[in-house]
């Protein structure tokens, strides 16, 4: 697929996006490095999280799972923060992101994949339940609705980017965050 049909590109025109891109799935670019940022535990969410490195799965389990995919849409969002350390700007951000993701996921996956199975990937830990059932023993309640971040599959954002012909930096006192959806 080379172009969004005409309907996904309204409905996340509707949804306010304006900046999304279509990649081949053999344009991802899978780095140990990224995956490895994870066990860094800079966001605290390491190990807490069936969708976050340990318990997402194997990073050569997760390749090969991106890889069964033929396409991916990739959607960036850009938020206004008060500045570079405005880290509470940035998580509000990261929240609202994932919510309006899922959102366009909603809508714009049955444009794509006709019924197919798709993956959903975007920013940060899982947030679906207020408490992670993970390491508990018990399952993830929610395995279809359960959203992996690209870092824990071990995507280059970057290069993720520049393949969709988007931005990564987009502008002074702003955040960017990237969803990819696979179909
Ligand atoms: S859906 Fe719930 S249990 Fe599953 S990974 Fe997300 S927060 Fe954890």
Not at 27 to 39: D, G, H, K, S, T
Not at 48 to 64: F, R, S
Not at 98 to 127: D, E, H, I
């Amino acid at each position: 697929m080379t172009r969004l049909p005409p309907e996904a590109r309204a409905a996340l025109e509707a949804l306010g996006i304006s900046r999304y891109g279509l990649v081949a799935v053999g344009e991802l670019v899978f780095e140990a490095a990224f995956r490895e940022a994870c066990a860094s535990n800079q966001c605290g969410r390491y190990g807490t999280n069936w969708a976050c490195p340990p318990g997402v799965g194997a990073p050569d389990a997760l390749a090969a799972r991106a890889r069964g995919f033929r396409c991916g849409l990739v959607l960036q969002t850009v938020w206004p923060i008060e500045d570079a350390f405005d880290f509470e700007g940035m998580l509000a951000a990261g929240e609202r992101h994932n919510a309006l993701f899922r959102k366009a996921v909603g809508q714009v996956a049955p444009l794509l994949a006709a019924g197919g199975a798709t993956l959903a990937l975007s920013a940060g830990a899982c947030g679906v339940c207020p408490s992670c059932t993970y390491p508990e023993g018990a399952p993830c309640r929610f395995p279809e609705r359960a959203l992996a971040s690209l870092e824990a599959y071990g995507i280059d954002v970057a290069r993720l980017l520049e393949a969709a012909g988007l931005a990564y930096r987009n502008g002074a006192d702003t955040v960017s965050y990237v969803g990819l959806l696979l179909f």
